[in-house]
C-alpha cells in the first residue's frame, strides 16, 4: 500500500497547484542580471552628465546674451518709450484699454566715437480696439538715454498721436528712417531673345 505523498521528490518541499519552485538554472540567471543595473546607471551617467554640463553651458551663454543686449542703446530706448506708450491715457483711448507694446519692426543706431549714441525705433503696439506702431527717437547723453521723439500711428488715423514732439532746435536724428532699403542686388538687363 503506497501512501500518497506531500512531497515529488525527496528534499523538495510540496508543490502546490500553479506554484514551481525555482530551479538551480533560474537562480544562476538571476545571478546574471545583477550587471543590468550598474551598467544601465553608467550609460544613464554617460548620456546625462554630459547633457546637463552642455545644457548649463548653453543656459550660461543665454544668461551672458540677455544681459548683453539688455546693456544696448536700442533695448533701453525701447523700455523707456514702451513704458511711455503704455501709461499714456492719450494711447489707450486711442487704442482701447490693456495697450501692450510688442515686437521690434526696424531700429536704427549710431555710436560715434566720443560715447554718446542715438537710437531711432519702430515697434508694434495694440489695445483691446485698435493696432498701431511707435516711433521713438533717443540720444545718449553723459550715459543715460533721453527722448526726443515719441509718436504713435494709429492704423486708420491719418495723423499720429505726438506724445514728446521733437524739440524745434532739433533736427530729426534718423532723418531717412523710414525710407526703403536701397536695392542692392545687381541688375539684370534683359537679353533679347534669338
Same mark, same amino acid.
Given at each position: 500500500?503506497?501512501?500518497e505523498?506531500?512531497?515529488?521528490?525527496?528534499?523538495?518541499?510540496?508543490?502546490?497547484?500553479?506554484?514551481?519552485?525555482?530551479?538551480?538554472?533560474?537562480?544562476?540567471?538571476?545571478?546574471?542580471?545583477k550587471?543590468?543595473?550598474? =551598467?544601465?546607471?553608467?550609460?544613464?551617467?554617460?548620456?546625462?552628465?554630459?547633457?546637463? =554640463?552642455?545644457?548649463?553651458?548653453?543656459?550660461?551663454?543665454?544668461?551672458?546674451?540677455?544681459?548683453?543686449?539688455?546693456?544696448?542703446?536700442?533695448?533701453?530706448?525701447?523700455?523707456?518709450?514702451?513704458?511711455?506708450?503704455?501709461?499714456?491715457?492719450?494711447v489707450?483711448?486711442?487704442?482701447?484699454?490693456?495697450v501692450?507694446?510688442?515686437?521690434t519692426?526696424?531700429?536704427?543706431?549710431?555710436?560715434?566715437?566720443? /560715447?554718446? /549714441?542715438?537710437?531711432?525705433?519702430?515697434?508694434?503696439?495694440? /489695445?483691446?480696439?485698435?493696432?498701431?506702431?511707435?516711433?521713438?527717437?533717443?540720444?545718449?547723453?553723459?550715459?543715460?538715454?533721453?527722448?526726443y521723439?515719441?509718436? =504713435?500711428?494709429?492704423? /486708420?488715423?491719418?495723423?499720429?498721436?505726438?506724445?514728446?514732439?521733437?524739440?524745434?532746435?532739433?533736427?530729426?536724428?534718423?532723418?531717412?528712417?523710414?525710407?526703403?532699403?536701397?536695392?542692392?542686388?545687381?541688375?539684370?538687363?534683359?537679353?533679347?531673345?534669338?
Open positions: 500500500m503506497s501512501e505523498s506531500n512531497f515529488d521528490a525527496p528534499g523538495k518541499p510540496p508543490t502546490d497547484a500553479g506554484f514551481t519552485p525555482p530551479t538551480e538554472e533560474d537562480a544562476a540567471s538571476d545571478g546574471d542580471k550587471w543590468i543595473i550598474p =551598467v544601465v546607471a553608467l550609460g544613464c551617467g554617460c548620456v546625462c552628465l554630459p547633457l546637463m =554640463v552642455v545644457l548649463s553651458v548653453l543656459f550660461g551663454l543665454g544668461s551672458s546674451v540677455q544681459r548683453l543686449y539688455k546693456s544696448t542703446g536700442s533695448y533701453q530706448v525701447y523700455q523707456l518709450a514702451s513704458t511711455e506708450v503704455e501709461t499714456s491715457d492719450e489707450a483711448e486711442a487704442l482701447g484699454s490693456l501692450e507694446t510688442g515686437w519692426s526696424k531700429v536704427q543706431e549710431s555710436y560715434p566715437a566720443d /560715447g554718446a /549714441g542715438q537710437v531711432c525705433i519702430r515697434f508694434n503696439v495694440s /489695445g483691446e480696439d485698435r493696432r498701431g506702431s511707435v516711433y521713438a527717437e533717443a540720444q545718449n547723453e553723459q550715459g543715460a538715454w533721453q527722448l521723439q515719441l509718436s =504713435v500711428a494709429v492704423n /486708420g488715423e491719418p495723423e499720429p498721436l505726438t506724445l514728446l514732439p521733437l524739440p524745434t532746435e532739433r533736427s530729426p536724428l534718423c532723418p531717412d528712417f523710414d525710407e526703403p532699403e536701397p536695392d542692392t542686388a545687381p541688375s539684370v538687363e534683359e537679353t533679347p531673345a534669338i
